[in-house]
């Protein structure tokens, strides 16, 4: 799919094999349920419902960030440092750990 913003005179790729071009995304709001910054296999950072994670090691890619081992995570509590599966840290709101 092509797009042309000069009346024909010039065409973009908007759709093709290598995915969508973003410059012609135009949203109000865009629901997102489950972002993952990955490469192949492994997740970086994720963004659910559970919060923000920013993994320490890569995860692999069927991690639920409720179940990060090592990361920073910032959701409802606030940020929170986890370590061997057990928060260290907690900037946030009545942590009682």
Partial sequence: MFFSNDG???W?????????NADYIRVGTLDAG?????????????WD?????????????????????DAAIFNKFGL???NNGH??????YNYTG
């Fill in 8 to 10: 024909g005179q010039h």
């Fill in 12 to 20: 973009s790729v908007g759709v093709g094999p290598s995915g969508i």
């Fill in 49 to 69: 419902k559970n919060g923000i994670s920013a993994y320490r090691d890569p995860a692999s890619i069927n991690t639920d960030s409720r179940n990060a081992n």
């Fill in 87 to 92: 928060i260290k840290l907690r900037a946030g």
């Fill in 80 to 82: 929170s440092i986890v």
């Fill in 34 to 46: 489950k972002i993952r910054i990955a490469d192949s296999s492994y997740v970086y950072f994720s």
